[in-house]
């Protein structure tokens, strides 16, 4: 158990719906940053948050956005769902902005029928 | 850009065999070098990682050792078990941030 905390475990949707995933990072870290997973894509960057600021981005849609709240406990917000959109969602959690020790959640898996 | 190159893509091993799995990273500057273990249906695991100060670090049955000059480092897993059958994953941070850049994955296989 890495102590990264993500709900829901599953989530099943339709496209164009808007979704919303959580995460709660481990005791003491101040940075989250969320990842999807894609068969095809493998696990790509979408964001990073550290003590409630945007860190940094990477090829995030649009359509995505995240934020860190003051309990440090984050959130992504995906709309206008897409089929391609399925995929699984982690979230990491590491002490500081850039300390490199990540530590996953156990992921949400998002299905858009 | 930056990206980090994995092989092989499968490896399928005898139970006390040993494996290999090689990473290439571009950005010169990376300087951290993690290595996690997917299982399935759970999230990636840190299993172990290196630092560029460092050649080479052993825990237990596992090591990883580093050659900054060519910009590899690889994974050594030694009398596999079945248990370490899993996908593993190689990364390195991209310059100033903590954004981790991960390699494609190997999906290792250890037949008992």
């Known amino acids: 158990d890495s102590g990264v905390t993500q709900t829901p475990k599953h989530l099943i949707t339709a496209t164009g719906q808007r979704v919303t995933l959580r995460c709660s990072p481990r005791s003491g870290d101040l940075s989250v940053y969320w990842y999807q997973q894609s068969l095809d894509q493998g696990l790509q960057f979408l964001i990073q948050y550290y003590n409630g600021e945007e860190r940094a981005k990477g090829n995030i849609l649009e359509r995505f956005s995240a934020q860190q709240f003051p309990d440090l406990h984050s959130e992504l917000n995906l709309s206008s769902l897409e089929l391609g959109d399925s995929a699984l969602y982690f979230c990491?959690?590491?002490?500081?902005?850039?300390?490199?020790?990540?530590?996953f959640g156990p992921g949400t898996r998002l299905t858009v029928l | 850009g930056e990206n980090v190159e994995q092989h092989p893509s499968t490896l399928s091993v005898q139970e006390g065999d040993s494996a290999v799995i090689k990473c290439t990273y571009s950005?010169?500057?990376?300087?951290?070098f993690p290595w996690y273990k997917q299982e399935l249906g759970k999230g990636p695991q840190l299993i172990i990682d290196i630092r560029s100060n460092v050649g080479e670090k052993k825990d237990q049955r596992i090591a990883v050792t580093l050659n900054k000059t060519a910009k590899h480092f690889s994974l050594h897993i030694t009398e596999t078990q079945p248990e370490d059958s899993a996908v593993y994953f190689c990364?390195?941070?991209?310059?100033?941030?903590?954004?981790?850049?991960f390699g494609q994955g190997t999906t290792l296989q250890v037949k008992p």
């Open positions: 950005d010169s500057a990376s300087n951290y």
């Open positions: 990364a390195a941070p991209s310059s100033n941030t903590g954004k981790l850049i």
């Open positions: 990491a959690s590491s002490l500081n902005a850039i300390a490199h020790e990540q530590f």
